[in-house]
């Protein structure tokens, strides 16, 4: 953030998801960052915003079906946990 | 070493006088090969440390520190939409929360116990996020290689 806070410079960018949760709390009020695209959805976001079917918009797909099937597999696992835990109870 | 030092004294050494200190010092720092003189590579590493600890240390207070705690100091209420405003307030109830769960000089019970939980609670939320976006890079990375593998390198998909 030298950038920003030491030269007053407007900073703004995109990285990595795993950068993301570290950056964002850049993103507040006193405009450390102007604003942050974090990972592929956020790409894809601002492809859409700019008219531009590019590589984020198609990746999107397999990735919003990734994310599917990881709520639907911790979901599977929670209940199946719960399970486990209720016959152990009784 | 080459285009930074020695090309640069070659040319235009009065001009390039000042290489010369950060050239000693490297080779101060090297002189650690040798028992003897081992002690002299103290002082490049004192003044590297002393340097590095100087310039960050401006740099994180202000953007850490100082920056970090106007922009929670702020009034929730002056917000142009409902749901920035509840941003807003939950951006400070959870600050304040979170960093009250790390107060350890009072036992946390009663009614004191009650923002510290709720820290907790914003805690395991902001981990979550975080596993959440980490989950999210992974599986970015694993749908590029596959589109390399599928798609440019053995022409399965187009």
Not at chain 1, 1 to 13: F, L
Not at chain 2, 133 to 152: C, H, N, P, Q, W
Request: overall charge positive; glycine content about 8%.
């Amino acid at each position: 953030m030298a950038a920003r806070d030491v030269y007053n410079t407007p900073v703004t960018g995109g990285t990595t998801a795993v950068s993301a949760p570290g950056l964002i709390p850049y993103v507040n009020s006193q405009k450390q960052l102007h604003g942050l695209l974090g990972g592929l959805k956020a790409a894809s976001g601002y492809e859409a915003l700019i008219n531009r079917v590019g590589s984020a918009t198609v990746k999107m797909d397999a990735q919003s079906i990734a994310h599917l099937l990881i709520l639907l597999l911790i979901l599977t696992g929670n209940i199946k946990a719960f399970r486990a835990r209720r016959r152990s109870a009784e | 070493m080459l285009p930074n030092l020695f090309t640069k004294l070659i040319t235009d050494f009065k001009g390039n006088i000042i290489l010369l200190i950060p050239a000693t010092l490297g080779i101060m720092m090297l002189l650690r090969i040798i028992p003897k003189t081992q002690w002299l590579s103290r002082f490049p590493i004192a003044i590297m440390i002393g340097t590095s600890a100087g310039i960050n240390m401006l740099r994180y207070t202000k953007s850490d520190m100082l920056s970090q705690i106007s922009a929670t100091m702020i009034n929730p209420f002056n917000a142009a939409s409902t749901s920035a405003v509840i941003g807003n307030i939950l951006l400070i109830v959870g600050t304040i929360c979170g960093v009250y769960y790390f107060y350890f000089s009072k036992k946390q019970e009663g009614i004191s116990a009650v923002p510290s939980k709720l820290g907790i609670w914003f805690l395991m939320i902001s981990f979550g996020a975080s596993f959440g976006y980490t989950v999210m890079a992974r599986v970015s990375l694993l749908i590029g290689r596959l589109e390399f593998l599928l798609k440019d390198w053995l022409h399965i998909i187009k």
